[in-house]
């Protein structure tokens, strides 16, 4: 059984910055794909980024202001958040499928708002 915990959310005013971590405990392996999904109230969850062993990717919306990196010997992946604008607002959850048998894990979410 795998189990993600998130920190690291918070509320920020518009151009700041926050970084998510999402820590894993048990069998996980570094060609497992971690990222990052969130929610916004009424919208449906999408996908923020992900990274695999080589692989990272981004949504759109995201791209030059998140980066998303793990440390495979701390089976913790992290998404730095810059230039924050209010429609960045959402649930983030961490999110890991692992490759040997396709399982999906996630995270218990973590508030990121950005309001002045």
């Known amino acids: 059984q795998v189990q993600l915990v998130e920190s690291g959310g918070g509320s920020v005013q518009p151009g700041g910055s926050l970084r998510l971590s999402c820590g894993a405990s048990?069998?996980?392996?570094?060609?497992?794909?971690m990222g990052w999904f969130r929610q916004a109230p009424g919208k449906q969850r999408e996908l923020v980024a992900s990274i695999t062993s080589r692989v990272t990717n981004y949504a759109d919306s995201v791209k030059g202001r998140f980066s998303i990196s793990r440390d495979n010997v701390k089976k913790t992946v992290y998404l730095q958040m810059n230039s924050l604008k209010p429609e960045d607002t959402a649930v983030y959850y961490c999110?890991?499928?692992?490759?040997?048998?396709?399982?999906?894990?996630w995270g218990q979410g973590t508030q990121v708002t950005v309001s002045s």
């Open positions: 048990g069998s996980i392996s570094s060609i497992d794909v």
């Open positions: 999110h890991l499928k692992r490759i040997l048998d396709g399982y999906e894990y």
